[in-house]
């Protein structure tokens, strides 16, 4: 992945910085990005036949990646390049340096962000917008942006840096990872094992209340709370810990924070 902006953290348990920008942004000095006056955009659009069962793969640089289910049989790309500068003629330079790089098959789709040279003089950013068939098998990654998905029901993969990881009606096996931002996960079903971590940031989990499970969670500062979840076997229940089986036990559900809470509730 590439090299990110490093976060500074004061106290024991409280992160008191985080640096959710680019790190090559480089403007004689200027850091507030809202000073810079010029700005140009593009749009990149795609689409691809893709077999049941196939996968999708995003690889980010700075920006988000949103992904919809639908019952269609090819996968839909939108990509938004933006690039911002001092002036509007030097945004649209930048936006020059910008690239999509596609390795496309019925089995597989890759797209990767690529830069031409280092981003000097400004930001860039490309925002995904993607509608990709239930059954596609999705590894989503990014380092400056949130991730969003819904509906997919084959397994997923989704990692940040600097950002959040919302999901809902989610379906199929999931690692969900990221560094500063919090996990927000709604399930419609757990029929495979489960994986989400964050070191600064909160885990919000919702499971249906018939859902076979076993569940691990482990907080360094924060809290755990478990609710809604009638048949929820306890095991193991401290401030920091908890361990307990659903409906008798099934996949692993397994839940990590460093600096945040971890609440799992029943819908």
Do not use: F
């Amino acid at each position: 992945m590439p090299e990110v902006c490093r976060v500074a953290s004061a106290g024991l348990a409280v992160l008191t910085a985080v640096a959710l920008t680019a790190c090559d942004v480089v403007v004689g000095g200027i850091q507030n990005l809202d000073k810079l006056g010029g700005r140009a955009t593009d749009t990149w659009t795609r689409t691809y036949p893709v077999e049941a069962g196939g996968r999708l793969a995003v690889v980010n640089t700075n920006g988000r990646i949103d992904v919809e289910a639908y019952d269609g049989s090819t996968i839909e790309v939108k990509a938004e390049k933006v690039a911002r500068a001092l002036s509007d003629d030097a945004a649209k330079d930048l936006l020059q340096m910008l690239e999509i790089s596609e390795q496309a098959s019925a089995r597989e789709v890759r797209l990767q962000t690529r830069h031409r040279r280092r981003i000097t003089g400004g930001s860039v950013e490309v925002r995904y917008h993607v509608r990709a068939p239930k059954t596609v098998k999705l590894d989503v990654e990014t380092t400056n942006g949130a991730i969003q998905l819904v509906g997919m029901r084959a397994e997923v993969q989704a990692e940040t840096v600097n950002g959040g990881v919302t999901a809902r009606d989610l379906g199929g096996a999931l690692k969900a990872s990221t560094v500063n931002g919090p996990l927000q996960i709604a399930l419609a079903d757990v029929p495979a094992d489960i994986s989400l971590e964050t070191t600064n940031g909160g885990i919000r989990l919702t499971l249906p209340e018939n859902a076979k499970a076993d569940i691990s969670a482990n907080v360094t500062n924060g809290g755990i709370s478990l609710s809604g979840l009638d048949q929820a076997d306890v095991r193991e229940k401290t401030r920091r810990r908890l361990e307990a089986r659903l409906n008798g036990g099934g996949p692993r559900i397994t839940l990590e924070t460093t600096n945040g809470g971890i609440r799992i509730s029943g819908r």
